[in-house]
Nanobody, 126 residues
Framework: QVQLVESGGGLVQAGGSLRLHCAAS????????MGWFRQAPGKEREFVAG????????HYADSVKDRFTVSRDNAKNTMYLQMNSLKPEDTAIYYC???????????????????WGQGTQVTVSS
């Protein structure tokens, strides 16, 4: 089992920045690709960014490419999402996720993940 806890969300003006943290406990995450997802009111949960277990490969949704950066510190068992140039349409609850199986590639479908955090609210005002 792994427990994931997100933090770092908040209210920010358009054009601003936030850095989200995803702290893991229960098992080391160093062997697992991880992902960030978000869900806005009335919408389905969508993939935002993913990172390989080494951190050497990343993948982004087109809507956040060149604005968001995913990274990880396996020594701290933590994943991050640096969000710059935020837009009102980025407003959502942001979740981090981990799969059950190790050594896999980056997953972009929410149903392929087994462990989720409780989410952190990001609100971008115009």
């Amino acid at each position: 089992q792994v427990q994931l806890v997100e933090s770092g969300g908040g209210l920010v003006q358009a054009g601003g920045s936030l850095r989200l943290h995803c702290a893991a406990s229960g098992r080391p995450i160093s062997s697992y690709a991880m992902g960030w997802f978000r869900q806005a009111p009335g919408k389905e949960r969508e993939f935002v960014a993913g990172i390989s277990y080494t951190g050497g490969t990343t993948h982004y949704a087109d809507s956040v490419k060149d604005r968001f950066t995913v990274s990880r510190d396996n020594a701290k068992n933590t994943m991050y999402l640096q969000m710059n140039s935020l837009k009102p349409e980025d407003t959502a609850i942001y979740y981090c996720a981990a799969p059950f199986a190790p050594w896999g590639h980056i997953l972009v479908v929410a149903q392929e993940y087994d462990y989720w955090g409780q989410g952190t609210q990001v609100t971008v005002s115009s």
